[in-house]
């Protein structure tokens, strides 16, 4: 079990900056993948970055360049640094822990979610 607590969110303009943070209730080494998801009204929930307990990256061909994810291992946080955002990055951002079990059984755990607004 892992519970996850975002926070950062908020109202900002157009190539403002943002900074998400994701407390884990574990250690995050032991947490194979966490990443940031987004879902904007009406459309579906989609990656945004992912992190592995090794440190590699992966992100959205939408947010390369600008957001960078990185992680803190001694405060167990995952972060999301949000810069040049644009309006289509308004969305809920949700954390994302992902735990493969024996035989490859993937657990996923999420967050509550914070809102990102961009204004034009």
């Known amino acids: 079990q892992v519970q996850l607590v975002e926070s950062g969110g908020g109202l900002v303009q157009t190539e403002g900056s943002l900074r998400l943070s994701c407390a884990a209730s574990r250690n995050i080494f032991s947490i194979n993948v966490m990443g940031w998801y987004r879902q904007a009204p009406e459309k579906q929930r989609e990656l945004v970055a992912t992190i592995t307990s090794g440190g590699r990256t992966n992100y959205a061909d939408s947010v390369k360049g600008r957001f960078t994810i990185s992680s803190d291992n001694a405060k167990n946080t995952v972060y999301l640094q949000m810069n040049s955002l644009k309006p289509e990055d308004t969305a809920v951002y949700y954390c994302?822990?992902?735990?493969?079990?024996?035989?490859?059984?993937?657990?996923?755990?999420w967050g509550q979610g914070t809102q990102v607004t961009v204004s034009s």
């Open positions: 994302n822990a992902r735990i493969i079990g024996v035989y490859g059984r993937e657990y996923d755990y």
